[in-house]
């Protein structure tokens, strides 16, 4: 019989699968950029190709300025999913809920400040969840 | 097994290279045009002109160049033709522009009429990024007084410039370098 904690955690886990953007570990973006509707977002707006600290973005452009954003490494592979909220909007009120990751295994999460960049100008938090635990590294290079 | 006078030439040779090695020429008008870095830190949680204030002699070039590396930036004059922002260049002067300058990209802009140029980054606007630059001095003839020269604010936008005085003062660095 499961314990009430492991209950817990299986139903943590299935609703995070739930809000994963393809579901499982064997989908094609977690290797190779992400089919339409996602975009490369230096081909949206004028930001460097390999932004160090984030990847390679990719962005569904309907989903503007929260994400997910796909963040690949040098080599094409998924390493984090990143979500950008406007503080503004957080203290008027407006939330973002049941949004999708790019994978649902998450090593661990960073969150910070950003003044703005274009696609997201005013000042915005980064919510960046890395997928393993070497992907923090993978993205931190020029 | 190393001599002692070949140690003491190493310990003095290398120091020395390595100081030659960091230098820079001053970033006056006598080593090329005036520079202004566009910096930021890490993770884009800070962003800024360096330096904020800068002096440079009438006809003077100025460039600016990206150097974050995880951002773009423009140089953007104050000037109702740009964005609609109030006037905070030299009657007179035209208004210019940098496009978004990707890590590593430079723009360059000839200042020619003396006075108060002051200017910001487009995608910083919310952030406050701004800068000022002078050119000339209250003693040239086609300097005109204008009321926003002793004002550090700007309307509707965080940011402050430095103070017309404190860059005049760094003029005598320029001069000297």
């Known amino acids: 019989m499961l314990s009430h904690s492991r209950f817990a955690a299986l139903a943590a886990c299935s609703v995070f699968a739930a809000c994963t953007y393809a579901g499982d570990a064997t989908s094609p973006h977690l290797t190779a950029a992400p089919a339409a509707p996602y975009a490369k977002v230096s081909s949206l707006v004028k930001l460097p190709d390999f932004i160090p600290g984030l990847g390679t973005l990719y962005v569904d452009p309907s989903t503007l300025p929260a994400g997910p954003f796909l963040g690949y490494d040098r080599d094409g592979r998924l390493s984090a999913t990143i979500y950008m909220v406007p503080i503004k909007a957080l203290q008027n009120g407006e939330s973002w809920d049941a949004l999708k990751t790019g994978d649902a295994r998450v090593d661990s999460v960073d969150i910070y400040y950003n003044a703005g960049h274009p696609g997201v100008e005013e000042p915005h938090v980064h919510v960046v969840l890395f997928h393993d635990a070497a992907a923090r590294a993978r993205l931190a290079g020029k | ?177």
């Open chain 2, 1 to 177: 097994m190393m001599s002692r006078r070949r140690f003491l030439a190493c310990s003095l040779f290398l120091p020395a290279l390595a100081w030659l090695a960091a230098w820079r020429p001053a970033r006056g008008h006598g080593a090329g045009p005036a520079l202004v870095a566009m910096r930021g830190t890490a993770r884009g949680e800070r962003v800024w002109f360096e330096p904020a204030g800068l002096w440079i002699p009438q006809g003077a070039t100025v460039r600016f160049v990206n150097e974050d590396a995880v951002n773009v930036h423009t140089a953007t004059a104050f000037h109702p033709d740009l964005h609609g922002r109030e006037r905070r260049i030299p009657a007179g002067a035209p208004p210019w522009t940098s496009e978004l300058l990707l890590p590593g990209e430079h723009y360059d802009v000839v200042l020619d009429q003396p006075g108060v140029y002051d200017y910001y980054c487009l995608p910083h606007a919310a952030h406050g990024m701004v800068g000022r630059i002078v050119v000339g001095t209250p003693e040239d003839a086609q300097w005109t007084h204008e009321s926003y020269y002793q004002s550090t604010r700007t309307n509707g936008m965080p940011g402050t410039f430095p103070e017309l005085n404190g860059v005049l003062a760094t003029r005598s660095r320029h001069a000297s370098g």
